[in-house]
């Protein structure tokens, strides 16, 4: 029988895991190797940075989502891929081997180089399966911060994730930390917030920003940290406390040692099917694929993906015809701002209240909750 082997247990898999549930094919072994037998749900990272979800809840039960489509999952993550004997090593020593083999392992960050001994506390926003350990660090560490001082938090990266992660950031700080002066400073490489969106959710979302106490830096890079603070591209420091860095996604080391297909950033080309480019038996989806014309790394396209990828590794397995993905053109982003509000984004259109707030959180509930058994 064909061996289907997922790499990663990101958004895509859940939906592929939950196609094998719903139509089991008793001719398929599938086997899952992830890092943890729950997944973080990315969507769901800014309520629960903001204090307004537990960790728990923003997760994914992956081990129950195996058991109900028949998967065994492996917890240890992928060190090393040999393309040609089809076999993955795993970071517990194992070797698995396969027939066909999906890989949704998301994505990391280029860490920013540092010169100085003064340097801010850094905060790598990715990769997100481990978030949670670094941001309990960081909780711990404002927890020893001197009565009635001033602190100054600097997200290095624009875009919708940056702007709601600041906000949601300093929600939280403000809430742990009252006696202390919290300011915000956003570094954003275009010339204007939510470039790709229309002129009304511009305005919305530097109206939120300017609200919570945040300036914003546009058209430079954040390229370093330095004594005291972000050092930028146009050679300017900002002053920092905190950074948190939200910038330079790139694929896993790991990747570059294998013979897949990849660019510059270490994210694998793939074709229309998502299979990887060249291949019939290998698949990438969500942030680690690299896809043409290029696409955002956001949760929502692994989300669209899922659905699809499903059908095309069951028909991998059988060597059947695959189908290929359509993109949308243009996807609803609901941009939490920290204070029970939300802005809704898609196209041109945008409307921000308390009540698209509550319309997110009924959503990101209601997608866990697909996935997961009743608690």
């Known amino acids: 029988m064909p061996h289907l082997l997922l790499i990663g247990a990101g958004h895509a898999h859940a939906f592929v895991l939950e196609a094998f549930a719903q139509r089991p094919d008793p001719n398929i072994v599938i086997t899952v190797v992830s890092d943890n037998a729950l997944a973080a749900y990315s969507g769901s990272i800014p309520a629960w940075l903001s204090g307004e979800y537990s960790l728990r809840e923003t997760q994914i039960d992956v081990a129950a989502l195996c058991q109900r489509a028949g998967a065994t999952l492996v917890q240890s993550p992928a060190v090393a891929l040999d393309t040609k004997a089809r076999r993955v090593t795993l970071a517990n020593g194992d070797i698995v081997s396969f027939n066909v083999a999906s890989l949704n ?221 359509q993109p949308p053109k243009h996807v609803l982003a609901l941009i939490g701002t920290g204070d029970g509000h939300a802005i809704a984004s898609k196209g041109a259109i945008g409307f921000s209240g308390r009540w698209v707030w509550q319309w997110k959180k009924r959503i990101d509930a209601r997608f866990i909750a697909r996935f997961n058994p009743p608690f």
């Open 105 to 325: 392992v998301g994505s990391t960050l280029a860490t920013p180089a540092n010169s100085g001994e003064n340097l801010p506390y850094l905060l790598t926003m990715r990769p997100l399966s481990s978030l949670h350990h670094r941001w309990q660090l960081l909780l711990n560490e404002v927890e020893q911060l001197p009565h009635g001082s001033h602190q100054r938090v600097v997200s290095v990266g624009g875009g919708a994730a940056g702007c709601e992660t600041l906000m949601s950031v300093l929600a939280k700080l403000r809430q742990q930390r009252p006696d202390i002066t919290w300011q915000g400073a956003l570094v954003n490489a275009s010339d204007t917030l939510l470039p790709d969106a229309g002129r009304l959710p511009r305005w919305l979302i530097r109206r939120a920003m300017r609200r919570a106490g945040i300036a914003v830096h546009h058209s430079i890079h954040g390229i370093a940290l330095a004594n005291g603070g972000v050092l930028t591209s146009e050679g300017e420091l900002i002053d920092a406390d905190i950074v948190l860095w939200a910038t330079g996604a790139v694929g896993h080391l790991w990747l570059s040692e294998t013979a897949l297909p990849l660019d510059e950033q270490r994210f694998i080309h793939v074709d229309k099917t998502l299979a990887v480019s060249g291949t019939t038996t290998l698949f990438a989806a969500g942030d680690c694929a690299q896809f043409q014309p290029p696409l955002p790394k956001a949760g929502v396209y692994a989300v669209r993906q899922g659905p699809l990828l499903a059908e095309n590794l069951r028909s991998a397995c059988h060597g059947e015809p695959l189908t290929a993905w």
